[in-house]
């Protein structure tokens, strides 16, 4: 397993997640790091953590797993955490000395599962505030809209709203203040949308605010594994907010400190 980049980042990747919100990013995780995170997958589904869920929600086809901060409880995504090339490359992205791994999860959409991901963004779940902000999703498998593939709304991180959390579990289960995410597939005349292929290997790198969807599964015979970092830069900090997401544990800070604690370790500066 390497930690070194296929190459730099250009500046119009850069540019490109700036301004969609969104940048496609090919090849940059070996094989090795792609066999490690699949065995891992089995290890946890057999073993799963107190924070894991089926999303499919008792559907008699299919299944959506997911479980998150697996990097605190195993060495092998503590190396990737620290080792692979996720970390730097993220930094280049959100042009940000420091790096803090928000958490890692496990998205695990088996054959034939129908259960959608519906349009959400990703900042408000969580427990922190700041633009820097993002979520690496990387392919364990080749993905593609037939087996899950994301779809995002181009520019929708610039809205300047913040969209109530919705609960894969359970919708009523986050109670905040937010409005809700508008209905995005009657406004498809209105707004600009993406969507990527993904070779296995591949990733995106999307914008703690960029709405976003994926459908089911709709293949009998093709997975969709996906390990998904999230990530926060310099200016990013505690943001605690009752109803939201939880975290592996409180992290015993003040309201706007610095991420840098156990629960949130800085990878990339200090």
Same mark, same amino acid.
């Given at each position: 397993?390497?930690?070194?980049?296929?190459?730099?980042?250009?500046?119009?990747?850069?540019?490109?997640?700036?301004?969609?919100?969104?940048?496609?990013?090919?090849?940059?995780?070996?094989?090795?790091?792609?066999?490690?995170?699949?065995?891992?997958? *089995?290890?946890?589904?057999?073993? #799963?953590?107190?924070?894991? !869920? $089926? /999303?499919?929600?008792?559907?008699?086809? =299919?299944?959506?797993?997911?479980?998150?901060?697996?990097?605190?409880?195993?060495?092998?995504?503590?190396?990737?955490?620290?080792?692979?090339?996720?970390?730097?490359?993220?930094?280049?992205?959100?042009?940000?000395?420091?790096?803090?791994?928000?958490?890692?999860?496990?998205?695990?959409? *088996?054959?034939?599962?129908?259960? #959608?991901?519906?349009?959400? !963004? $990703? /900042?408000?779940?969580?427990?922190?505030? =700041?633009?820097?902000?993002?979520?690496?999703?990387?392919?364990?498998?080749?993905?593609?809209?037939?087996?899950?593939?994301?779809?995002?709304?181009?520019?929708?991180?610039?809205?300047?709203?913040?969209?109530?959390?919705?609960?894969?579990?359970?919708?009523?289960?986050?109670?905040?203040? *937010?409005?809700?995410?508008?209905?995005?597939?009657?406004?498809?005349?209105? /707004?600009?949308?993406?969507?990527?292929?993904?070779?296995?290997?591949?990733?995106?790198?999307?914008?703690?605010?960029?709405?976003?969807?994926?459908?089911?599964?709709?293949?009998?015979?093709?997975?969709?594994?996906?390990?998904?970092?999230?990530?926060?830069?310099?200016?990013?900090?505690?943001?605690?907010?009752?109803?939201?997401? *939880?975290?592996?544990?409180?992290?015993?800070?003040?309201?706007?400190?610095? /991420?840098?604690?156990?629960?949130?370790?800085?990878?990339?500066?200090?």
């Amino acid at each position: 397993m390497t930690s070194e980049q296929i190459r730099s980042i250009t500046e119009d990747e850069i540019r490109c997640y700036e301004e969609d919100g969104v940048v496609h990013l090919k090849g940059f995780f070996d094989t090795a790091w792609i066999e490690m995170l699949r065995d891992k997958v *089995e290890c946890v589904k057999a073993n #799963p953590g107190r924070l894991s !869920h $089926d /999303l499919s929600k008792g559907s008699d086809s =299919g299944e959506f797993f997911t479980d998150t901060f697996m990097w605190h409880q195993n060495d092998g995504f503590r190396d990737f955490i620290y080792e692979s090339p996720a970390a730097a490359v993220v930094a280049q992205i959100l042009r940000s000395a420091k790096i803090n791994i928000v958490f890692d999860q496990f998205l695990i959409k *088996e054959p034939n599962t129908d259960e #959608p991901t519906v349009w959400h !963004h $990703d /900042l408000t779940y969580w427990p922190i505030r =700041g633009d820097q902000v993002c979520t690496l999703w990387l392919a364990l498998d080749d993905v593609t809209e037939e087996t899950g593939s994301m779809e995002f709304v181009k520019g929708s991180h610039r809205w300047g709203q913040r969209f109530h959390p919705v609960a894969f579990v359970d919708p009523k289960k986050y109670k905040t203040e *937010e409005p809700a995410v508008p209905d995005i597939d009657a406004m498809r005349d209105e /707004l600009d949308f993406t969507r990527f292929d993904y070779a296995t290997g591949d990733c995106t790198i999307h914008h703690g605010l960029l709405v976003h969807a994926a459908g089911g599964n709709k293949s009998y015979d093709r997975r969709r594994r996906a390990y998904v970092t999230r990530w926060a830069g310099s200016d990013v900090v505690y943001d605690p907010r009752p109803n939201i997401q *939880e975290m592996l544990w409180d992290p015993g800070m003040a309201p706007g400190a610095p /991420l840098d604690s156990d629960l949130w370790p800085a990878v990339v500066g200090s």
